[in-house]
């Protein structure tokens, strides 16, 4: 389950994204599109793509925190051989499996057949302009694992290409390209987690109904309460006023 949050915006920043090579359970190559994050203490596997790769699931017990201090319970990982292309590349990650990790990079496909790449530039995602779902996200110790001498500034400084292991990856701006949503997301644990937080806000925000009490009444009151006694017989009474 996914929370998220968007706006119209003109500015969508670009999102590094890079298509690496993941060993299945017979050692087979399989494509994956990645989100490369420097920002990220961990790495993580989308649950659907570490079942087709059907690698055996390792037991842990994790938080990993998000926008806002929200915390995701992670219970397995798995251990990973990541690739490039031609191989000259090769690393054991461990990937922590999440339900889901984002929402499509880009949020809207965008056109570049403006741009004029240098002929001698491979890139990581030739994609990276067309939205299309996440497969999983690499972390921090990773992303600065991969990056090579090589770096061009791009369609007046708007986009900026680094070279890498798996080939350029592309960060900037659409300003130019098009009118997409400024998007935020995080994951959630489950849909008992949301509905016990929107049960608590909902109580917040309840509005208590006030009961009104005449002055008499008041009056009646406070002459039971003065006048009241236990009698003989184990019976309550009151004068009358």
Not at 41 to 49: D, F, Y
């Amino acid at each position: 389950m996914s929370i998220s949050a968007s706006q119209k915006h003109k500015n969508d920043i670009i999102l590094s994204t890079c298509i690496i090579y993941v060993e299945n359970s017979v050692g087979e190559k399989v494509p994956l599109r990645v989100l490369a994050d420097s920002g990220s203490q961990v790495s993580l596997l989308r649950s659907s793509t570490a079942d087709f790769l059907n690698l055996r699931k390792l037991k842990t017990d994790m938080s990993v925190s998000g926008l806002g201090g929200s915390n995701v319970k992670i219970k397995s990982k798995i251990k990973g051989v990541i690739s490039n292309g031609s191989g000259s590349y090769k690393r054991v990650v461990d990937f922590h499996v999440v339900p889901k990790i984002t929402n499509m990079i880009p949020v809207n496909s965008f056109d570049i057949s403006h741009i004029v790449f240098p002929s001698n530039v491979h890139l990581a995602d030739p994609t990276f302009n067309t939205s299309n779902s996440i497969d999983a996200l690499l972390s921090a110790d990773i992303f600065f694992d991969i990056l090579k001498d090589g770096k061009y500034k791009l369609d007046n400084g708007n986009l900026i290409l680094q070279n890498t292991e798996f080939g350029y990856i592309i960060s900037g701006n659409t300003s130019r390209f098009s009118s997409g949503s400024l998007h935020c997301g995080l994951i959630t644990k489950d849909f008992e987690t949301l509905n016990d937080t929107l049960k608590s806000f909902w109580e917040i925000e309840e509005i208590v109904p006030t009961k009104f009490v005449s002055d008499e009444l008041k009056k009646c009151d406070e002459h039971f309460l003065k006048t009241m006694a236990r009698t003989l017989t184990d019976v309550f009474a009151s004068r009358c006023p």
